[in-house]
């Protein structure tokens, strides 16, 4: 049995938000943003295509291609939703409902394999062969997007139905795919790898799934075809499908370990990476660690806009060159869903605060703008500039966005804090409960938050069966100003990978605490677009990188936090 091998994870024991700022909007996605998705999902012909394939309608497909994983993407999100403690018998009937269908087509069409775009209208184009396209047809991704609510809401409530889906899928993928002589095929939208890993990890923490269904449960194959995945870009000799050769669109102009820059497709781009980063932590694979930490660096410190969007090239969605950080960018909304889930990964895969910075910039930026205040309009371009033309839709031929957004904000309460042996970590700055298990015992914390606004936020620990360690993030906005109090009591705490480290005990009260005022952000000099422009920052609403917050304060007293001034860093601003 293979574990993943973090240096943390998400807590044992439950979160629950309760906080002013934040609160408020995750009940307007619950509400509004997640029937919203599933009536518009519906509308476009979601069901329909499952139900055309159970009676054999074909020729008769609707919407897109990859129509399929939207909507199960959204079931992956609403699970999310349900596992934080959300009621919903309607929602959960819903489910229920569409996994029954789900199910009756994937039994009738036979194998386990389910893309009914491909089954429907191009039968004997599966994965692109026969004069198909592996890049229009989505086969991989809505596979994938199968495994991912499968696993998802089995997690939220027990159901097999769904998880059995993904196993009859999964098995049939891993039948089919690998070396020779099984067919080379690798995904041509990226997400089926950390998918599988999901998958993979989930039947690790409960083999007795096993016992339950008279499904094949392999997951050894599961893993192998995630590595095969991984591995198996840049090498086209053996391929039989179209286009043999994805090229930089779907990062497979090289090996992995020969990628030095981020390119092609941003969506596609950070969810490999995504899946780069997971499957180094359950191999322990130093060389692809080293990959998606390489990627990382020239992504943010080149090709990340001061909203928290990457991608900044309309044509074919894609990233653009070093430093090419037009106010007018494109910055697909899902692209910064990827770079999060990347981030999170990294995050655990190194135990370093940094990466929180990224996740805290694109969920107060480019994530909140994104959906309406009403929960019911989208962004799926997300420029800093606009002659004005540039409003929310209703909907959108590639309704892709939302279902991100709802995977986003489905899992939250994973962001605010995560733990290892010897205590917790406190990634974002949230109010509410958290509760965690530990080998030793049992901990349960309080907190109150008062971002965006003012930044002073208090923990109390409400019950600790032992003194643990506390590692408070330290904020690339943080400044020298920056306050830790315990029981009132201000202290300098150790520093380490970029948190403050405490060492506190039941009843102990914790205060962090900073005076907020806006201030100007400037660009790197070779980003032309914003020359003569500035950014102003509030805080945590507009946060800037580590490196421009040495620039900005020079006298920062938390010196190992930020990287050294002349190191080449970048914001894109506005004017
Ligand atoms: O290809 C499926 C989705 O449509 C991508 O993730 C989006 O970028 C859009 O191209
Ligand atoms: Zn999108």
């Known amino acids: 049995m293979i574990r993943p091998i973090e240096v943390n994870r998400p807590l044992t024991g439950s979160v629950r938000i309760d906080d ?21 999902l519906e509308q476009d012909g979601a069901i329909e295509n499952y139900e055309n394939l159970i009676a054999g309608n074909l020729n008769t497909h609707k ?18 939703y349900l596992m934080r403690g959300e009621q919903s018998e309607d929602l959960i009937r819903r489910i229920d409902r569409y996994a029954e269908i789900i199910e009756r087509a994937q039994l009738s069409s036979g194998s386990g394999y389910l893309s009914t775009f491909t089954q429907l209208d191009r039968p004997h184009q599966r994965y692109g062969e026969n004069g198909g396209s592996i890049l229009w047809q989505h086969d991989l991704y809505n596979n994938g997007c199968l495994f991912e609510a499968g696993v998802h809401y089995y997690r939220a409530t027990g159901k097999m139905t769904l998880l ?6 999964a098995n049939d993928l891993c039948m089919t795919i690998g070396e020779p002589p099984k067919k080379w095929i690798v995904p041509g939208h990226s997400l089926p790898e950390y998918a599988l890993i999901e998958l993979y990890e989930l039947l690790m923490d409960e083999p007795d ?7 094949p449960v392999l997951p050894a194959e599961y893993l192998r075809l995630a590595h095969f995945w991984i591995r198996g870009r840049g090498k086209h000799e053996h391929r039989t499908n179209h286009p043999q050769y994805m090229g930089e669109y779907a990062q497979d102009h090289a090996p992995i370990e ?19 980063t997971r499957l180094a932590m359950l191999e322990g694979s130093g060389e692809l660690l080293a990959a998606s930490k390489r990627l990382w660096k020239n992504v943010t410190e080149r090709k990340l806009h001061v909203n928290g969007g990457v991608g900044a090239t309309h044509f074919e969605e894609k990233f653009g060159e070093d430093y090419d950080l037009p106010n007018s960018a494109y910055l697909e909304t899902c692209a910064t869903v990827g770079l999060i889930f990347w981030a999170e990964s990294l995050s655990r895969a190194t135990g370093h605060a940094e990466y929180y910075d990224v996740i805290e910039r694109a969920l107060y930026n480019l994530m909140l703008s994104s959906v309406s205040l009403q929960g019911d309009a989208y962004f799926y371009r997300n420029p800093l500039t606009s002659d004005g033309n540039d409003h929310r839709w209703a909907w959108h031929g590639c309704p892709c966005c939302p279902p991100m957004i709802h995977k986003t904000f489905g899992m939250f309460d994973k962001f605010i804090y995560a733990q290892d042996p010897f205590g917790l970590f406190v990634n974002l700055y949230a109010g509410g409960t958290a509760e965690a298990e530990f080998d030793w015992g049992f901990v349960r914390i309080r907190s109150h938050a008062s971002l965006p606004r003012h930044f002073t936020h208090s923990i109390q620990v ?14 690339g906005w943080t400044s020298g100003k920056a306050v830790i ?30 005076p907020l005022s806006p201030r100007r952000i400037e660009a790197h000099p070779y980003v032309r677009h914003d020359r003569g422009c500035v ?7 507009s946060t800037a990188s580590r490196a421009w917050t040495t620039r900005e304060n020079p006298t920062s007293r938390w010196p190992e936090t930020p990287p050294s001034p002349w190191k080449i860093g970048l914001i894109c601003s506005a004017a």
Not at 463 to 475: N, W
Request: hydrophobic share 40%.
């Open 20 to 40: 002013p700022f934040w609160s408020p909007k995750l009940r307007t996605f619950f509400d509004i943003t997640l029937p919203d998705s599933f009536d518009k």
């Open 535 to 541: 950014a102003i920052a509030y805080g945590h609403s």
């Open 462 to 475: 409400e019950h600790a069966d032992m003194p643990f360690l506390m590692r408070l993030r330290i904020p």
């Open 485 to 514: 109090q315990i029981n009132g009591e201000t202290i300098q705490p150790e520093l380490m990978n970029g948190y403050a480290v405490l060492r506190v005990k039941q009843g102990d009260n914790i205060l962090f605490m900073e």
């Open 164 to 169: 059995e889906c993904a196993l009859r899928s």
């Open 258 to 276: 020969k990628q030095f820059q981020a390119v092609g497709h941003a969506v596609r781009a950070t969810l490999f990476y995504t899946g780069v």
């Open 63 to 80: 919407a897109c291609p990859w129509h399929d994983g939207l909507l199960l993407e959204t079931i992956r999100g609403a699970s999310d």
């Open 209 to 215: 799934i096993s016992q339950r269904t008279s499904v």
